[in-house]
């Protein structure tokens, strides 16, 4: 990477006293921005540590010395050095008299989008997230260039506080070709944004923090005119867009619906779901975690679609080794650990995310017994393998249904004591989350818990993720009375028998446990049991080893409920097909 700063052009405007330290300084190329405030010692910031440059505060002759340096402040009350990226922004009294400056060292970075340089070259609009400092802008003003340059479009930057392309009249050379387009007021940036399509014929739009209603509404516009955007905006995650009404329409907006009957039923969910209201404007988002760390959403509707279905979505992770190159990692929903009777080589998670098209099939169900289905493009013969796994897989039906359950692990602790030492029963007080089941998954596994309704007895808060972050004072209650906090995604019965059984101890965090079918079913009847096992062993025998999906034998509502809970265990997909009294469950792989 090739880095330019123009320090000594921000450091002409800083008193002498200042400056002299900062000239000296060690670290000075790590420089992130120096503080002045009235009355206090003047502070360098560092991306590791901050220290002061003086024993002498900062009176209004320094703060002055600086104004009188510097361009005009604007109404975002920033101000900048003509033809450099610094930025200098002001804070002002009660009576809009100017008592601190914040001096921010702008940087042009050559060189470091290249981790995600393949995304930019799809011509997909790509919105970027993080916190201050990560470098958001900084890659902005990197893909204009590239994408001007390299790629020959016709870029417009939207500089509203000229951040992007310097300050003054003149564009800063790390911007390229690409042509800026200033800003007179802040509130103005939405209107400059369809300016600039309708008179400059732009391809591409660069845009840095998207914050009002008004901004995203066009954004969408622009994105529905054919023009490629790349932007920045408040928050960390897609979770905060999510969460944050203003800016929900970059990533599809999100709605209330209310479902049939029926469908909830399918879906084992309340009748009101909360759904995507529109495609995204953004295809692809880019959570900035770190300067040299970004986790990828290469289908932001796939992320949101899967976010609200309470499930983590599939991404990956991008990031820069020592020598320079990109490692890609990609997280996936399948499990990652073996299961029982399986090579580790089977187990692997998927690479990529996405089901395997399905190719309708007439005819297979008349051996009346599940079968995988085969994979794309493939024709089904009656005398084909299809058949032979049938029998095959009826046969391990009936034998697992005739043995004898083999008793649980009951993991690594004695009757009395736990693993961290302490007394069992373990007290947990629960938070946010259904009691009867929690008190259903105690007595289906015989696990040593007891529930308590006072956290002063409480060994441990088991609460809902939701609920910890709107809850600064369970948090706190928690710290002060020293009991640890332990969060679930979702209060389901899978979520909180995995919760339970890592608590005491009895599974390996990255290991999926085996499913206790007796955990799913409800009145665990023959028929219920059955339909379970079978379920089991489709998802162990053939999605997970075979990356096949599979059809199961036709079910009633409820017991299809119990059967998409049981796939949800395993991090899989489920849908329900067909007709009733013939509709049944397909499998899909991750």
Not at 79 to 102: M, P, V, Y
Not at 182 to 204: C, D, K
């Amino acid at each position: 990477m090739q880095i330019t700063d123009d320090l000594n052009r921000l450091l002409d405007i800083v008193p002498d006293e200042i400056r002299q330290p900062l000239e000296q300084h060690p670290q000075r190329n790590n420089l992130i921005e120096v503080v002045m405030d009235l009355g206090r010692l003047p502070e360098a910031r560092f991306p590791l540590s901050a220290e002061y440059l003086s024993q002498k505060p900062v009176s209004k002759a320094d703060i002055s010395y600086c104004i009188d340096r510097v361009g005009s402040f604007g109404g975002d009350n920033r101000a900048g050095i003509e033809q450099t990226l610094h930025r200098i922004s002001a804070l002002r009294n009660r009576s809009g008299e100017i008592i601190g400056l914040t001096l921010r060292v702008g940087r042009a970075v050559f060189g470091t989008i290249g981790i995600i340089r393949d995304l930019v070259e799809t011509g997909q609009s790509i919105l970027m997230l993080g916190r201050p400092g990560v470098g958001k802008t900084t890659a902005l003003r990197e893909i204009a260039r590239v994408l001007a340059d390299d790629l020959e479009k016709r870029v417009v930057i939207i500089d509203t506080s000229n951040e992007i392309a310097g300050d003054g009249d003149i564009p800063h050379p790390a911007i390229g070709r690409a042509r800026r387009m200033q800003v007179s007021r802040p509130e103005l940036q939405h209107q400059v944004m369809i300016e600039a399509v309708e008179n400059h014929m732009p391809e591409v739009i660069v845009i840095d923090e998207i914050g009002t209603e008004l901004e995203a509404l066009a954004a969408r516009t622009i994105a529905e005119r054919g023009v490629q955007l790349v932007g920045t905006a408040h928050g960390n995650r897609l979770e905060n867009l999510m969460k944050n009404p203003t800016l929900a329409d970059l990533i599809g907006g999100i709605q209330a619906v209310t479902l049939g009957d029926d469908e909830a039923r399918r879906r084992g969910s309340q009748k009101t779901v909360l759904e995507r209201k529109s495609p995204p404007t953004f295809e692809i988002a880019i959570e900035m975690l770190e300067r040299q760390r970004w986790v990828i959403h290469e289908r932001v509707s796939d992320s949101i679609d899967t976010l609200l279905r309470g499930r983590e979505p599939n991404q990956q992770t991008r990031s820069i080794s020592d020598t320079g190159e990109v490692i890609i990692e990609r997280e996936s929903a399948a499990p990652p650990a073996r299961f029982p009777g399986m090579p580790a080589s089977a187990s692997a998670p998927a690479a990529v995310s996405g089901m395997r098209p399905v190719t309708p099939i007439s005819g297979w169900r008349s051996a009346g017994k599940m079968v995988p289905m085969p994979p794309q493009g493939e024709k089904f013969a009656a005398n084909s393998a299809p058949v032979t796994e049938t029998r095959y897989f009826e046969q391990l039906l009936e034998e697992s249904l005739s043995v004898e359950p083999v008793p649980q692990h009951r993991g690594r602790y004695s009757q009395n004591v736990g693993p961290n030492g302490e007394d069992l029963p373990l007290h947990v007080y629960p938070y946010g989350i259904a009691r009867h089941q929690l008190e259903q998954v105690i007595s289906t596994l015989n696990l040593p818990v007891q529930l308590t309704k006072d956290i002063e007895s409480a060994d441990v808060v088991l609460a809902l993720r939701s609920n910890v972050r709107n809850q600064s004072k369970l948090r706190q209650l928690a710290k002060t009375r020293q009991v640890p906090l332990h969060t679930i995604k979702a209060g389901t019965i899978p979520h909180v028998a995995r919760a339970l059984r890592r608590l005491l101890d009895m599974d390996d965090p990255g290991t999926p446990e085996v499913a206790d079918l007796a955990l799913f079913a409800r009145s665990g009847s023959s028929d219920e049991l059955e339909a379970l096992e079978e379920t089991r062993l489709a998802v162990e025998q053939i999605v997970i080893p075979k990356g096949q999906p599979v059809e199961l034998l036709p079910r009633s509502p409820d017991v299809r409920k119990m059967q998409h809970e049981l796939v949800e265990h395993y991090h899989l997909k489920s849908n329900s097909f067909g007709e009733e009294p013939n509709r049944r469950l397909r499998i899909f792989p991750a």
